[in-house]
């Protein structure tokens, strides 16, 4: 059974740090992994997709890696914003489950 | 381009009543998603369609949970009749296709059963 795990749950950061959320799972048989944003009270907003041949994905100040022999995918915000003030929830594609497996999220404040 | 849209945003009912809600994806995509998102929890998936089909609904409970995909393009979601532990957000998605392409997920809709 795919079980995906996010750490932190919380964290909040000044403006203007760089940041690394992380994203690990339990079953290297995927197809792609993503990393969404959540707003409060508003649906998932897709930021990068991660095929399974790839290593790594960017989209602006956001790098997302993937490492699937270890089962981890970091998401790296480079100088952050308050608009940057979010949940991050990593999914995984799997094979086995033949779904999108969602972790429970990283809660992201960034303060002025 | 317009996104998923969906009604109700909100909807509160009460215990043994029965609800809808509908789900108009990206024009275009063929395969539409239901999940069921706790508060504090990632989304998890009811129900999948490609096209008129449903090809995963493991995770539906059909005792109380029914759900349509007329024509291909339109989707509802009812439940009939409503628990309190269905209280929840239910969101909708789409894609160009399952497994490699990404998702698109609606605003949902926040049900509350008194």
């Known amino acids: 059974k795919q079980e995906v795990t996010q750490i932190p749950a919380a964290l909040s950061v000044p403006e203007g740090e760089n940041l690394v959320l992380n994203c690990s799972f339990t079953?290297?048989?995927?197809?792609?992994l993503q990393w969404f944003r959540q707003d409060p009270g508003k649906g998932l907003t897709s930021l990068l997709l991660?095929?399974?041949?790839?290593r790594e994905q960017t989209s602006g100040r956001l790098n997302a890696s993937l490492d699937k022999s270890s089962g981890r995918s970091t998401l790296y915000i480079a100088a952050s914003q308050p608009g940057d003030s979010a949940t991050y929830l990593c999914?995984?594609?799997?094979?086995?489950?033949?779904?999108?497996?969602f972790g429970t999220g990283t809660r992201l404040q960034v303060f002025p | 381009e317009a996104g998923v849209v969906q009604s109700p945003r909100y909807k509160i009912i009460e215990k043994k009543q029965p609800v809808a809600f509908w789900c108009n994806p990206i024009?275009?995509?063929?395969?539409l998603y239901w999940y069921l998102q706790n508060l504090g929890q990632g989304p998890e998936l009811l129900i999948r369609y490609e096209n008129e089909e449903a090809v995963d609904d493991s995770q539906l409970p059909k005792d109380r949970f029914s759900a349509e995909r007329l024509k291909g393009v339109d989707s509802t979601l009812k439940i009939q009749p409503a628990e309190l532990g269905d209280s929840a957000v239910y969101l909708c998605?789409?894609?160009?296709?399952?497994?490699?392409?990404?998702?698109?997920f609606g605003p949902g809709t926040r049900l509350t059963v008194l």
């Open positions: 991660i095929q399974s041949s790839q």
């Open positions: 998605a789409s894609s160009l296709s399952w497994g490699e392409d990404t998702q698109y």
């Open positions: 999914a995984v594609g799997s094979y086995n489950t033949d779904k999108l497996i």
């Open positions: 024009s275009g995509h063929n395969t």
């Open positions: 079953d290297s048989a995927i197809y792609n």
